[in-house]
């Protein structure tokens, strides 16, 4: 050992989660399954290590993503290994590996922990947790209306309004078709137009159209092509038509919206916080024909949707709405000095025995003192415990927040616990 | 996209959780949770990446151990990272980056994976999770007690009784004492006694003696140490005393218990397996004087246990008590055809409103194969939607266990689900 001492902090862009942290993040974690499980999505996990092929297999634009933004290693054995980026493939990887043996449809989640490699910039996270919802082997459009309204019932289970977000759907198969009616068939061109409709809501209207007009070389179809992007005629529609027959009022279609990832082939949608304070998408997804296509075998279609733990705290935060998990235990005891401590445990664990969860204060502290810190440790019940109160097994609980005394034998003081 | 396709295995050494097994994971950590929080322990996490600083601090020994048996790599910003292969230098330096504002004692629980480069072999895992509960800043014995019976109430919570396992405890410093007795003080001695006595129960009592008279080279010198580490008279140990008082009786001394670790330097303990098909080592931990010294400051005692989820997972299907945190939904609404699928989606949602799991089988199978597959993923009730149910309001919902049916509107469904 040496007299340079290391430092406490944790690697670059990632988290520490200290107790309070810890039961936010536990908070998220908790709605979250609990909201999934109730639309009958059952839960999957994977390490956090997977083959870097199956990052890269997609092409040569692909593969420079991944030499880039994430963080490839190569093993011992020669392998080529990636932090993973992103849950998609591995759950697609996952589903192609037991097809044979899976009933579609099926509806998993996973909250797994991501990791991208970002250039060194303020606040930006090397890894971050995101909810990730799926549906494969379902075409019909009410698998598209059921996960977007599991999305919409995370943001009631949290205590939002549908006055807090909106959601924002568009349809890749539809945007051909009608980009089609205005005579682009170019795939090229298409493409084009797509890439713009992503920076939409970014630029100036002239601005747009200007690009639009370049990209189609003639300014009365840009025209027609930015009033058919700007209705809000949701159309034939089904997956709009079917949310607002579930009663989700919050939703529209926007034929801007065209998410980033190439694998989209069907609905696209979003929600964005409409908060003027954090205007920003706030959960994306889309559905794909075939994400099992690396892997052969019969097309697999899929719909799903991810969610971030930082961009889910950021809403709740926004919006007043963040609240935790906390394991603070119910009741402290506290010895009057430490030759009581051992009695103190024994006390404990008759607590604990009536499902109650119980701390011993054990420190040097005066008993005044261990009372401060277990109010400051929001812990509801302390017992000061002396010998009087041994020899006479008649104990005193006194609640912190109401000042409230009870006193009696173990048995009678759990049977008010439990009781309150 | 080539024609060759991707193997859906997982990267070599770690696993894929389908839902099965993330049930039984879930189960697991849910226990750990519930019993760490029970004794007052908060939950902390963080990430797997840390500075490869922090395993490579503590000598040369040390920084072979992290460059042959840890992932290790150089960042783009040629900073050195690990991938954490144990939880207790990210707790220790949390610690101590936060000395100032914790309120001691600290009882901190996680359940990080962790990662070990092991050289390929049958069955050896690269990626593990592990319950770790850890006490700092209490150097009282019932601190030590207190951690031991939290590891012992585990096991109770898992459903094992005390003949199931047993407790083995020593102490670092009591050990020393008693080689001072017997005349020996020399360290490099004692190490090589500590080292031999890891290895006890793998060899012969004859190659225990013939070994340990080479280190001390004086065989009846060799024959009195080896009475006192078979002696199983607990002395004064209070930690024993005190686990006894508890009422816990399933632990005794044993003098030949060495831990690997080098930093423990008082209580150290072990919970093995006392089935004959499983007779090893399920957790151990110990007491380190001052774990946040590569960080400075003041000494700050600590005293913690890992518990691995294989191990735990092995020791509950030896005694037959492996279970599982199902979530599959508690009913399954199957409509007819898929002209129906929305109105099953506004009926499951109708349901999940009063807090129920709803899967609605959105599939093209025929209906009674809609029912052996919901039977098949142990869903409870199915509810078949025709359009006369939707006519008339009226809906039958059948238990797939009993066989037994219920009719009724929605309301009078819920109340009776809810009921039972």
Avoid at 111 to 123: C, D, S, T, V
Avoid at 222 to 231: F, G, K, L, N, R
């Amino acid at each position: 050992m040496t007299d340079k001492h290391l430092s406490t902090q944790p690697y670059k862009g990632v988290r520490d989660f200290y107790p309070d942290d810890m039961a936010i993040q536990q908070y998220l974690f908790d709605v979250w399954a609990q909201t999934a499980e109730s639309f009958g999505y059952e839960r999957v996990e994977a390490s956090v290590l997977e083959p870097a092929a199956l990052y890269k297999a997609k092409g040569a634009e692909n593969e420079e993503m991944v030499n880039e933004q994430t963080y490839t290693f190569t093993d011992r054995g020669k392998r080529e290994v990636t932090l993973r980026p992103e849950m998609t493939p591995t759950v697609a990887r996952m589903i192609a590996g037991r097809r044979q043996e899976l009933s579609f449809p099926v509806r998993w989640y996973s909250i797994p922990n991501l990791f991208r490699y970002e250039r060194a910039q303020r606040g930006r996270l090397r890894e971050h947790w995101q909810l990730n919802c799926d549906i494969f082997g379902a075409t019909d459009f009410t698998a598209d209306v059921e996960l977007i309204a599991l999305a919409h019932q995370i943001f009631l289970n949290f205590g939002a309004d549908e006055s807090m977000f909106e959601i924002l759907i568009n349809n890749r198969h539809t945007m051909r078709q009608a980009y089609e009616l205005l005579g682009i068939t170019d795939e090229a061109t298409v493409t084009a137009i797509t890439r713009l409709n992503d920076r939409k809501d970014k630029i100036e209207a002239a601005t747009y159209e200007a690009e639009l007009t370049k990209i189609v070389q003639d300014q009365k179809l840009a025209t027609e092509i930015t009033a058919m992007i700007e209705s809000d005629d949701p159309g034939d529609n089904q997956v709009v038509a079917g949310l607002k027959e579930l009663g989700i009022t919050n939703v529209r279609i926007d034929r801007s919206l065209a998410r980033g990832f190439d694998y989209y082939t069907g609905t696209i949608f979003e929600v964005k916080d409409t908060h003027p304070d954090n205007r920003r998408s706030l959960l994306g997804g889309g559905r794909y024909d075939n994400l099992t296509a690396l892997f052969g075998g019969e097309p697999i279609s899929g719909i799903g949707f991810g969610f971030g733990d930082v961009t889910m705290r950021d809403f709740l935060e926004t919006h007043n709405l963040l609240t935790a998990n906390i394991t603070s235990p119910v009741l402290a005891i506290l010895p009057m000095d430490r030759t009581l401590n051992l009695e103190g445990q024994k006390l404990a664990q008759n607590f604990r025995a009536a499902g109650l969860s119980v701390a011993t204060d054990i420190s040097e502290r005066k008993v005044g003192k261990k009372i401060s810190t277990a109010a400051e440790a929001l812990i509801e019940y302390v017992l000061v415990l002396g010998s009087d109160e041994i020899t006479a097994s008649s104990y005193t609980v006194k609640n912190l927040t109401t000042g409230e005394e009870m006193s009696g034998t173990v048995e009678e003081l759990i049977s008010q616990l439990t009781a309150s």
